[in-house]
């Protein structure tokens, strides 16, 4: 049984950096994919970022640059570190998990994930 607890997240003014993150039990390592999505009001969920158990990572093109995912191994958690915040990022974060899959695919067809957190408020202010 695959079970994802987040932590972190709040309020931040813009520019500023907040992060995420989820304890990751029941996956097996071998195969695997993992990622952060979200979900704006009256919005669709929209995948922020993904990485697979062949360590490709992925990016929307709206984070890159500004956000990183992680994965600890030895304690089990995945990570999203979210500098230079910006009002549009404002949303309710989650961390998903598959037992298969490419990063890539993922990050833009969300919907597939499997396992899901409980999500966790974003909001930043100007």
């Known amino acids: 049984q695959v079970q994802l607890v987040q932590s972190g997240g709040g309020s931040v003014q813009a520019g500023g950096s907040l992060t995420l993150s989820c304890a990751v039990s029941g996956l097996d390592y071998h195969d695997y994919v993992l990622g952060w999505i979200r979900q704006a009001p009256g919005k669709e969920r929209e995948g922020v970022a993904t990485t697979d158990s062949g360590g490709f990572s992925s990016y929307a093109d709206s984070v890159r640059g500004r956000f990183t995912i992680s994965q600890d191994k030895i304690k089990n958690t995945l990570s999203l570190q979210m500098n230079s915040l910006k009002q549009e990022d404002t949303a309710v974060y989650f961390c998903?998990?598959?037992?298969?899959?490419?990063?890539?695919?993922?990050?833009?067809?969300?919907?597939?994930?499997?396992?899901w957190g409980q999500g966790t408020q974003v909001t930043v202010s100007s």
């Open positions: 998903a998990a598959r037992k298969s899959g490419g990063a890539w695919y993922f990050l833009k067809k969300p919907k597939d994930f499997d396992y």
